[in-house]
């Protein structure tokens, strides 16, 4: 059974940073590539960030300079370094195993102003 569970997420002022978390289980972490997507109120789904099996990097516009994602293949677990936060950084943020079903079950970024 694969499990992907973030953590990290919580409120902080604009400016500030955060660490997002993304233990997954059940499957063969290392081969995977792993996507960073985030969903703000009103808005679609955005892939923000992408990390290949080999470690290959892409990023969206948006967040391009600002979030790092990396992964730890003996943890199982990927990660989004995020700084210089915006308010509209604000958004329910998932990991997902690219190209897969699996989907973790979110965590919640606030950034006030």
């Known amino acids: 059974q694969v499990q992907l569970v973030e953590s990290g997420g919580g409120l902080v002022q604009a400016g500030g940073s955060l660490r997002l978390s993304c233990a997954v289980s059940?499957?063969?972490?290392?081969?995977?590539?792993m996507g960073w997507y985030r969903r703000a109120p009103g808005k679609q789904r955005e892939l923000v960030a992408h990390?290949?099996?080999?470690?290959?990097?892409n990023y969206s516009d948006s967040v391009k300079g600002r979030f790092t994602i990396s992964r730890d293949n003996a943890k199982n677990t990927v990660y989004l370094q995020m700084k210089s936060l915006k308010p509209e950084d604000t958004a329910v943020y998932y990991c997902?195993?690219?190209?897969?079903?699996?989907w973790g079950q979110g965590t919640q970024v606030t950034v006030s102003s």
């Open positions: 990390i290949t099996s080999s470690g290959t990097t």
């Open positions: 059940g499957s063969d972490f290392s081969s995977n590539a």
């Open positions: 997902k195993i690219l190209f897969s079903m699996y």
